[in-house]
């Protein structure tokens, strides 16, 4: 979810409505909205206004109000507190290096310290970026979203690799919860979702993995956002321009090109009868920074593929460790047939755009 949107479904309620017990110094009681007094340990007042927001698919989110001012709490339930901090560093090294848009600035607490542990996972305060959902229906806000990915790649060639919080170059089947998808496919259908599309998730599966570039090859490697949805993509409300990008922790080591590819895949672009005419808008957009070579526009379809079957395997991950519904597994391995179908008659045409916006 993008914790940064304006428009939320949300509790409020202020640190006076909250009971009176202080927290144990570096630990706070598990936060939902009645137990925020937690923000003690950034020296909030009593009277500051916690919104909070719909839950996330990776974290708890609160919009704070002191006065003027807001911010960002985020309490993860994917991340360490190790892993928080190495995002912030991550941000840090962002910061200076001139984008047209906000990243994540996180905030100190009185001891320093930018991450709390928590019972519900750790916490961090960010401030406010302003800005809306885009609305990606139209070629000028996709070629936008373009040249802010582009932006992001070439802001990131900084970051050392030592820095990322993972590898995202290896096999895309290879999923912590999901050790194994034949074993996985038997849990689906033990679960009762059809033994066609369990089948069609294997087929689609095994031809992931004998396609997956192992090592690379000639694609270039540096650490990238690794989560690069439309979600987490904020706009100017009046201008329709780029204000912010979100949420680096999936941060780490990975082709550039899969960061640009993930951004195509859930931009919608793909999804509508015109989607020449918007995938070129968006690769001008990310040609305007950073051209695509003949390696990268070669992989993108099988790229493609294996964002979806690793979209699939994600959910199904959480299914598995009861923070999912089997719906949404459904649903994923859904959009992944709509994804298999759509390449097998379109993957040569998506090639041809990317080749030919690496030489305009």
């Known amino acids: 979810m993008n ?3 304006t428009s939320v479904n949300c509790t409020r309620v202020t640190l006076n409505d909250l009971p009176d017990q202080a927290p144990r110094r570096g ?4 936060i939902d909205h009645n137990q925020i007094r937690a923000l003690a340990a950034w020296g909030f007042p009593r009277d500051t206004t916690i919104i909070r927001a719909e839950q996330g698919t990776n ?3 609160f919009l704070l109000r002191q006065g003027g001012l807001r911010f960002v709490l985020r309490v993860s339930q994917t991340q360490s507190a190790a892993q928080a901090g190495a995002e912030h560093r991550i941000l840090r090294r962002l910061r200076p290096a001139g984008l047209p848009f906000q990243v994540p600035e996180p905030v100190a607490a009185p001891s320093g310290d930018t991450v709390i542990e928590t019972a519900a996972g750790p916490a961090t305060v960010c401030r406010w970026i302003p800005g809306v959902q885009p609305d990606l229906t139209g070629p000028t806000a996709l070629e ?3 040249r802010a990915a582009g932006l992001l790649g070439e802001a990131m060639l900084g970051v050392p690799p030592e820095d990322g919080l993972g590898d995202w170059r290896g096999n895309p089947l290879a999923h912590p919860a999901v050790p194994h998808v034949g074993a996985l496919c038997r849990q689906l259908r033990a679960a009762g979702i059809s033994a066609e599309r369990v089948a069609r998730l294997d087929a689609v599966a095994r ?3 004998q396609a997956w570039p ?3 090859g000639a694609l270039p490697t540096q650490v990238i956002h690794g989560d690069l949805a439309a979600s987490n993509v904020l706009v100017d409300e009046d201008t329709g321009e780029v204000s912010g ?3 680096f922790e999936f941060a780490g080591v990975g082709f550039l090109v899969q960061d640009m590819m993930a951004a195509l895949f859930y931009s919608g672009a793909l999804e509508t009868r015109d989607w020449q005419l918007r995938t070129a808008a968006f690769l001008r957009g990310y040609a305007s920074v950073r051209p695509l070579d003949a390696a990268e526009a070669d992989a993108m379809p099988r790229l493609l593929l294996a964002r979806a079957v690793g979209s699939a395997l994600s959910r199904a991950g959480r299914w598995l460790n009861g923070k999912a519904q089997l719906g949404e597994v459904t649903d994923r391995i859904r959009k992944l047939e709509d994804t298999t179908h759509w390449l097998d008659a379109n993957g040569g045409k998506l090639r ?3 080749v030919a916006s690496g030489h305009q």
């Open 27 to 30: 630990q706070i009681p598990q």
């Open 3 to 5: 914790s940064h949107s």
């Open 352 to 354: 041809s755009l990317a």
């Open 207 to 209: 031809r992931v993995g």
């Open 245 to 247: 990008l979100l949420d």
């Open 59 to 61: 974290n708890q989110t």
């Open 214 to 216: 192992a090592g690379g």
């Open 144 to 146: 936008r979203f373009g």
